[in-house]
């Protein structure tokens, strides 16, 4: 199956809810000729969503061809309107904006809406609507604002002005159900195991008898790449572990207990730490920190392995999220929110060929991976870490006393969540260092001291999130222990901001 790209946020939850509907699919760039489309023989495809008008000059727009093809098509938002535009209907600008839940009246005839109730909440997005329906098509719901809020031509081609995507939109998986089985006669066999037969025959063709080497960072996601490929070629994969003075307490050590000792992979270690930090040296932007982590990881990295003979490919655990918010060459209408360095960082002249065996994965599909072959729960489930490492987490300068304090408060605060048995609940919970001192009273001296944020959030992806509510005991033992055991800090705060207008990440 596959999910025609124009732009939109959602465009990877899309994917990710047909394969938690047990079907495969992948995102592609949405003016993608038909005549690649069609060499890829998908049972279905789906227009997203995206900020653009359909009458607008240079609004992206699919290959007429496909929509004519006898292919089934599930046009949402935006994608709905590409359908009848393309096809003759009209769409114009809504009276009135809808953004936001609203309610639905559905034909419950149609197979899109089996066994659905009449009335659906729903989570609309769009300022322009259907006024028209194209020729040979019927409307199979409405809303307070639109006659049409779904439609069809009886023959396969659907769509729908809401997001069945969103949590927002309850029955929005049965939606999507309905439209893979009902209407698309897909089968819903795709589960991890699955794709690891087809990741180790792809390796195994990819790479042949060449040698890799895989940087590993503490997350699951390098953990499972490595250990995926190390399945796939065993004896042709050496790993390395670039410890750039920007990983958590302790990660150095217990990344290679498990990866050298319990699955007998090749793992070698080298201490960056100060080549990373003179480049960050006066460094405050961002995207500036990024870059020369990148930079310097690459120069880092091609040095040591020029030490392993024979290494032509370079293992990436790339996952599609990453891709997604770098604006990789697969999603070139949508809006770049920041730079991951593992895609966003690496030179042209790269001398390595690249190994992506989880590029079109999600997060939660890794870790099931990750238990299918065997790595142990802690590794599975640790919580996403940003590939710049402490260095985003630091607002400001990146020096190696401010990385002390933001380590020391980082545990701290992981610490007490897993006391609590919350961390398996939350998407991320850290702390961050910000660049403001405030004044507080220890003992009976007068402190200036520094100010560390708290950020723990609750999400499905992380391409949306929601503050966590932590409980109040919580908050003030992580704070309690914070300004009592970490040197130099005497304010702890909480961000209870959500994602959006907030990134989960500070920078």
Known sequence: MLVLDFGSQYSQLIA????????????????????????????????????????????????RALLEARVPVLGICYGMQLLAYQLGGQVASAGKREYGPAQVRVDGRSPLFKDLPEQLPVWMSHGDTVMMAPPGFQALARSDNSEIAAMSDGAGRYGIAFHPEVIHTPQGRDILANFLYAVAGCQGNWKPSAFIEQATEAIRRQVGDGRVLCALSGGVDSAVCATLIHRAIPGQLTCLIVDNGLLRRDERRRVEEVMRRHLGIDVRSVDASQEFLAALRGVIDPEEKRRRIGATFIRVFEKEAARVRNVEFLAQGTL????????????????????????????PD?????????????????????????????????????????????????TRERLDTLRAADWIVVDEIKAAGLYRSL????????????????????????????????????MTADWARLPYEVLARISTRIVNEVPGVNRVVYDVSSKPPSTIEWE
């Open 320 to 347: 599609y999220p990453d891709v997604i918010e770098s604006t990789s060459h697969d999603t070139v209408n949508a809006h770049r929110i920041k730079t991951h360095h593992n895609v966003g960082g690496l030179p």
């Open 16 to 63: 990710r809810r047909v394969r938690e509907a047990g079907v495969y699919c992948e995102l592609i760039d949405g003016a993608t000729p038909w005549e690649r489309i069609r060499a890829r023989s998908p049972k279905a495809i789906i227009l997203s969503g995206g900020p653009s008008s359909v009458y607008e000059r240079g609004a992206p727009l699919p290959d």
């Open 350 to 398: 790269l001398r390595f060929k690249l190994v992506e065996p989880l590029r079109y994965l999600f997060k939660d599909e890794v870790r099931a991976i990750g238990s299918e072959l065997g790595l142990p729960d802690d590794m599975v489930h640790r919580q996403p870490f940003p590939g710049p490492g402490l260095a985003v987490r630091i607002i400001g300068e990146v």
């Open 427 to 462: 998407w991320q919970s850290f702390a961050i260092l910000t660049p403001l001192q405030s004044v507080g009273v220890m003992g009976d001296y007068r402190t200036y001291g520094n100010v560390v944020a708290v950020r723990a959030v609750q999400s499905e992806d992380g």
